[in-house]
DNA sequence: GTCTATATGCAGATAGAC
DNA sequence: GTCTATCTGCATATAGAC
């Protein structure tokens, strides 16, 4: 598609993922469209309204497919391995997702409020990712901590890759590529790893 | 003390890490201070410059005393633990500290490039908190792997924290209390495990 | 140092021709 | 649907009195 309002939101999503609700643009975003300021009002009525069309968009990405993972009903080894995967699949053709809905969300928290009231589904598929952490054999105490300390090696690198490739990486670029290429094998062997020793522990 | 520089100073640092830089009024920081506008800029020549110096002390602390807990000269796994509990100190004082640091170096990169040509001792701190986990007998493959997850563990709740309250604990404060509340040695222990995993394995 | 009043520029939004 | 021109309001910044 190159329609029109395809082009809005491709050139919506560039700016407003890279500058924020507040430090985006309409001239920009127009620019960027190939239009004039105008026409994305006539598309969108107000710069809230083609801001709530991005983050809505980009929210449901970043909220992985965690649905169809947990019901490909494998062992929670074989689960951790392909949601790591999925998560990554996503991240790596979309590296400034997370600091966008992230950011955002921190800037708005109300918004979340009225998103979790539409999507009643997502937080009974989080309790049943939570729950095969206690079953099978693998009886956690705290499958919460476990799934976040996941969920934070997966994405906080993408969150803070300016910290690394400044601080860590000292600017080299070769080295922060990389560590990214390794990153998705050496997540999938810690989370083993924990859950496995979280097995010797009898916790 | 609690002259107006102070003041100015305070009330900016709570409106610009609430709302960032673009989001952040001077109005309301004045309002805030107790004080107009004209006087912000009496003080600081432009709202760039106040936040310059809102952003620096920021950064500042949110790069923890890395150097003092390495000259402590301890062993890898008392030093991870110390590690932990400096990080964690300051984040518990400063919950929102994370999301402003990280969101305003992602919004304008090219902030850090200046900040490291002042601070070339950070890095060499950095490097020598990596050497740590190859000496001893603590030959780890990917030192960088390992302290990235670290320090992701320890800091993306707090920047995730609007999705760890309504997604995973439905808005239950209390469960996202105890939550942070564990947090601290849940890591520490994550932390040790991962380490001794990586001994067994010859890495 | 601190205030009120004002200048200046710019961004979001609209009017109206084509 | 798409454009140019314009309105409106607001935010940063300054002028100048006290």
């Given at each position: 598609m190159d329609n029109t309002e395809t082009k809005i939101i491709d050139a919506a999503r560039r700016v407003f993922v890279a500058k924020g609700l507040d430090g985006a643009r309409m001239q920009e975003i127009a620019d960027e469209a190939g239009i004039n300021k105008a026409l994305l009002h006539y598309y969108f009525r107000s710069k809230q309204k083609l801001f709530d069309a991005i983050f809505e968009e980009a929210f449901q990405q970043f909220i992985p497919t965690m649905g169809a993972t947990i019901a490909s009903g494998k062992n929670p080894q074989e689960i951790i391995t392909i949601f790591i995967d999925a998560y990554f699949r996503v991240l790596e053709q979309n590296p400034f997702l997370p600091q966008f809905v992230i950011g955002e969300l921190n800037r708005d928290p109300s918004r979340l409020a009225t998103f979790m009231a539409e999507k009643i589904g997502l937080t009974s598929l989080v309790d049943k990712a939570m729950s095969l952490f206690q079953n099978e054999g693998f009886n956690l105490k705290n499958p919460q901590q476990f799934m976040i300390s996941l969920i934070s090696m997966i994405i906080f690198p993408f969150v803070a890759k300016p910290i690394l490739h400044h601080i860590?990486?000292?600017?080299?670029q070769l080295l922060v590529d990389q560590f990214f290429a390794e990153r998705k094998s050496y997540v999938t062997t810690s989370a083993l790893q924990l859950l496995a020793s979280s097995l010797n522990e009898n916790n």
């Open positions: 860590i990486f000292k600017g080299d």
